[in-house]
């Protein structure tokens, strides 16, 4: 086996199917795909026939199974286009198809998705935003992905977030998704948050004054670095972060190492290394809950441990011992926990 290949599946396994790829499809695809180079075509052509399924479901009227049917082909695109940025066009396309059918899942999930673009220094920042049926003015949640994941992988969290009664939006920011064909990660990274509140915190639909901002991966560390400088975000949570990236560069494999180079840019290791929340957590005085898998040797408890010793407000720290990057085998666990937090907290 092609060792990106063997790499793929010892490490995302459970990210994969812990967002809406049965065990089944995964076990057929593992089946058919023998070499990595056939990972993004046999995964889109499997997010196909999902499309597929739901425009016959919709022209039968069976709006619910289409719903079901185009999230869960929007996520299989996903899954296509990750870490797949040394094929451009391959990845390209698959991003593209996952934005179509997401466009498609929209208005017939329950609540609805609303898709939203917020400007940002010359970027049209793309993400959605689902609001808990019945309440007028609930708290909102802005959720961040990470380097290589997007907005479309936090929608199972986002439900657990909107079914205790919260807005949620989820958006892409530079380096993300599309956006890394034309921008890349930002050590300041929170200005683009900023832009995103801006945003949201203008809808009347929402209460302003009561905002969190929770992240996975590079996500937690940027909403920490947003909450240590936006006085509108009264809780923040992270997920799989750390206090700085700096020297992950150097021990990637050959999978993961020339994704970098499309979200960080020409010198992913000097990105990384400017990256870090040393000098903002100090600032931040809002309520912080981190959760860590003990199991994960990419971003272990020990950047949690540091992040809590310069954090000025309240800090809960939640470690699963066997959970893995981003608590992905243990999302049953995890999910609803940082769900019940947010609730309890705004």
């Excluded at 022209?59 to 990750?82: E, I, K, N, P, Q």
């Excluded at 959605?128 to 199972?156: F, T």
């Excluded at 969290?157 to 034309?182: E, K, T, W, Y």
């Excluded at 000025?312 to 893995?324: A, E, F, K, N, S």
Aim: glycine residues 8%; aromatic residues 10%.
């Amino acid at each position: 086996m092609d060792d990106r290949l063997e790499s793929m599946y010892r490490r995302f396994t459970w990210r994969i199917l812990s967002n809406y790829v049965t065990p089944w499809e995964f076990e057929q695809l593992r089946t058919q795909i023998t070499d990595y180079e056939q990972w993004c075509a046999s995964w889109s052509a499997h997010a196909a026939r999902h499309v597929a399924r739901g425009d016959e479901a919709l022209a039968a009227g069976h709006t619910v199974t289409a719903a079901d049917a185009y999230l869960r082909g929007g996520l299989a695109y996903h899954w296509a286009s990750f870490v797949f940025t040394h094929d451009q066009a391959q990845f390209r396309a698959a991003l593209e198809a996952m934005n179509g059918t997401w466009a498609k899942a929209a208005p017939l999930q329950a609540p609805p998705m609303e898709m939203l673009a917020v400007p940002f220094e010359g970027l049209s920042l793309p993400g959605y935003l689902r609001r808990p049926a019945g309440i007028s003015h609930p708290p909102i949640v802005l959720l961040l992905p990470g380097a290589d994941s997007a907005k479309e992988e936090l929608y199972n969290l986002a439900g657990h977030i909107v079914a205790r009664g919260m807005a949620v939006a989820a958006f892409d920011g530079p380096g993300q998704g599309m956006l890394s064909f034309d921008s890349k990660l930002r050590p300041d990274q929170e200005v683009a948050v900023q832009a995103i509140l801006d945003a949201l915190t203008e809808r009347q639909d929402v209460d302003p004054g009561r905002v969190a901002v929770g992240g996975i991966s590079y996500g937690g560390m940027f909403a920490i670095r947003t909450a240590a400088v936006d006085q509108r975000v009264r809780a923040v949570f992270s997920v799989s972060s750390w206090y700085t990236p700096a020297g992950r560069f150097a021990s990637m494999d050959d999978l993961t190492r020339p994704g970098q180079y499309q979200h960080h840019g020409a010198d992913p290791a000097a990105n990384m290394a400017a990256m870090t929340v040393a000098g903002m957590a100090e600032r931040a005085t809002v309520p912080l809950l981190q959760v860590y898998g003990g199991d994960d040797p990419g971003s272990p408890p020990s950047h949690a441990e540091r992040i809590a010793a310069e954090y000025v407000g309240p800090v809960t720290t939640r470690i699963y011992p066997d959970g893995v990057h981003i608590l992905n085998n243990v999302w049953n666990l995890a999910r609803p926990f940082i769900a019940d937090w947010l609730a309890d907290t705004l």
